[in-house]
Each structure stands twice: as structure tokens, then as C-alpha cells.
């Protein structure tokens, strides 16, 4: 990987065996990843990006708009998120094993023990948040695998800083990002059907769009709303 410069913009290139070119712009600052085949040179990546500032510039002024959340303490009275709805937390030490549940719609409780550290409250909160987006995607994963036909032969679930999903062909496996428990569980479809259809199409071609919009027609408007929602306070790398 290397850096060019165009103007005031600064891009990190990745060259692949790959056919085409492929051009992302990263949260939490905008920061642009061009894919590149390995016979394209530096000069035929600028004039690619050149010809896509426009769009480079909207990307980048909407995550610079997106609302942020503070860093997290895990302490009473922090706001916390669930399936898209706003929590306050509630942290009761006691003796016992480590429980986190959800109170009257308002509060999320995390029982610990006596003396737990910042380190342990965030694990305890990290585990009870991967063990409920397991609860809710394993069924909207298998009805999606059963409707496109796909070849998914693993799927789970890992803490990832610039992508909602992954998908790896050649393994018929998909990965959901962690953060996506704290999302509307529509999102979470979302990018579960996003992540199976690679399983059909590769890249992101007039294919791959008209398979989204035969399976899910809605799913732009799920796009723009998971992509405006608050975003981990830590700094995204790609």
C-alpha cells in the first residue's frame, strides 16, 4: 500500500489481482482507499479519483455531519444503544456472575462485581452485545441463505472499525460487525441480505444492484439510515 496526493487529498492505494478499479471513502474522516489492478500506474489511479472528487467531497461532508458518540466508561447514567433505541446504564455491583438486562424500556442494568475496572465492565457489556445480535441474526440468516439459494457454509460475528459486514467467496463465510447490535434490527437484515448477495455477485455492478432491489426494493432507504446513525466514538483505520 502506498499514498498519493491530489490536490488537498490524500489516498491510500492497494494494488490486487483485480479486473477493475474500486474507489471507498472511510469514516469516521473521509478517509479514500482506491483498490487497484497491478497493471494500472499512479497516473491512471489520480485521473480515476479526479474524475470522482465530487463524490469524494459529499462522502466526506456527510461523515464529518454524523452525529458522534462520547467515549464510552460504562458507568451509571451513560447512554447506551440497543436496536436502535437509547438506553441509560445502570451499574449495580453485587457478588454473583456478570448479568446485563434491559429495564422498563429505559435502563440497561450491569450487574458486576465489587472492584470491576473500566477493562472487565466493557467485556462483560462487549459479550452480553454478541451474544444478543447472534440471537437475532442466526434466523434472518438462515430465511436469507434459504430465499437467494447462496452457498453460505459459515457465518459470525467480530468487532470491525470500517465495514458493517465482510464476505469471503471463495469460503462461502460472512461476517457482521458487532456494532450492529446496537442498530435497528432492519439494518442488521440489510446488510445480512448486502453481505449473501456477494455470495451471488463479487463486486458492486448493475448486478449486484438489481439482485438488492429484486430481494430487498427497500434497501437504499436502510442504507442511508444505518449510515446516519451515531457512529463508535473511537477512530475508525482502515
Not at 479526479?50 to 451509571?76: A, D, M, N, T
Not at 441509560?88 to 456478570?98: M, S, T
Not at 455492478?205 to 432507504?221: A, E, I, S, T
Request: proline letters at 4%; hydrophobic letters at 35%; charged letters at 30%.
Amino acid at each position: 500500500m502506498h499514498k498519493i496526493t491530489i490536490s488537498d487529498l490524500e489516498v491510500d492505494v492497494h494494488r490486487k489481482d483485480i479486473k477493475n478499479l474500486h474507489l471507498g471513502v472511510y469514516p469516521p474522516d473521509g478517509r479514500v482507499r482506491v483498490a487497484a489492478p497491478l497493471n494500472i500506474d499512479d497516473d491512471a489511479v489520480r485521473l480515476f479519483v479526479i474524475s470522482k472528487l465530487g463524490w469524494i467531497k459529499k462522502q466526506q461532508r456527510e461523515f464529518k455531519s454524523q452525529p458522534r458518540q462520547s467515549k464510552r466508561e460504562y458507568v451509571s447514567g451513560e447512554s447506551h444503544y440497543f436496536l436502535g433505541d437509547r438506553y441509560l446504564l445502570n451499574v449495580v455491583y453485587r457478588k454473583g456472575h456478570p448479568v446485563v438486562s434491559i429495564r422498563n424500556k429505559t435502563y440497561i442494568d450491569l450487574f458486576v462485581k465489587e472492584g470491576s475496572d473500566f477493562d472487565y465492565r466493557k467485556r462483560v457489556m462487549t459479550e452480553w452485545y454478541r451474544s444478543e445480535l447472534k440471537v437475532l441474526a442466526e434466523p434472518l440468516v438462515e430465511k436469507w441463505k434459504t430465499e437467494l439459494d447462496v452457498p453460505l457454509s459459515h457465518w459470525g460475528i467480530r468487532s470491525m472499525k470500517t465495514k458493517w459486514g465482510s464476505c469471503n467467496i471463495e469460503r462461502g463465510r460472512i461476517l457482521l460487525n458487532l456494532e450492529l447490535a446496537k442498530k435497528p434490527q432492519h439494518c442488521l437484515e440489510y446488510i445480512i441480505v448486502h453481505e449473501l448477495v456477494h455470495l451471488l455477485e463479487r463486486h458492486h455492478n448493475d448486478r449486484f444492484v438489481g439482485l438488492m432491489d429484486k430481494f430487498m426494493p427497500q434497501w437504499r432507504l436502510y442504507r442511508d439510515e444505518l449510515n446516519a446513525l451515531p457512529l463508535k466514538h473511537e477512530q475508525w483505520e482502515y
